[in-house]
């Protein structure tokens, strides 16, 4: 894989965010997102806090939760299926960790990353992560049923 190029995502990106995630929280398979958000809502979301694209992905990264819990961080990943496979995802990761510690965050946190995405959970895992929780049956999957969440977590030493 060449070199990835990715940076902070502007107003100018919207179309090019949209058409990445839009077909994702449509299927409805790995996002707890209501499938029929609307785009502004969809882009709300997506864009609210640090935003980043790059040809193939986006991702953004946000206080997981505020106040006390504001120094642990939150991150999204998306990757467009034509990118799929080519080491986008791994690349947004690397550029995720080293963004959240620039932006002050001590840890990143996965809320919900649904146990039957074994591409995800692979990534997260060989980057360090570790599983510090499970929610049992907590997604209804469109075509797996009820599955459950892993949350995992990594320190930004």
């Known amino acids: 894989m060449s070199e990835t ?4 995502a502007t107003p100018a990106d919207h179309d090019a965010i949209w058409a990445m995630i839009q077909p994702v929280f449509s299927a ?14 969809a882009l709300a979301y997506w864009c609210g806090s640090a935003a980043y694209i790059t040809d ?7 206080p ?13 990943f998306i990757t467009s299926k034509s ?6 995802a791994r690349a947004m990761l690397s550029h995720a960790l ?3 510690k620039t932006l002050g965050y001590d840890a990143m946190q996965f809320n919900f990353v ?3 995405n074994a591409r995800a959970l692979d990534i997260w895992t060989r980057a360090g992560f570790v599983q510090i929780g499970r929610i049992p049956r907590a997604f209804r999957h469109p075509a797996d049923g009820m599955v459950d ?8 030493d």
């Not at 190029?5 to 902070?8: D, G, K, S, V």
């Not at 409805?28 to 809502?41: K, L, M």
């Not at 997981?64 to 999204?76: D, E, F, R, S």
């Open 5 to 8: 190029t990715i940076r902070a």
């Open 28 to 41: 409805g398979d790995t996002y707890a997102i209501d499938p029929e958000i609307s785009r502004d809502d």
């Open 56 to 62: 193939g992905g986006t991702y953004y990264i946000r």
């Open 64 to 76: 997981n939760q505020h106040g006390g819990g504001n120094h642990v961080c939150n991150a999204g």
């Open 83 to 88: 990118a799929t496979g080519k080491g986008i």
């Open 98 to 100: 080293i963004e959240a």
């Open 114 to 116: 649904l146990a039957n």
């Open 149 to 156: 969440a892993i949350i995992l977590h990594k320190f930004l």
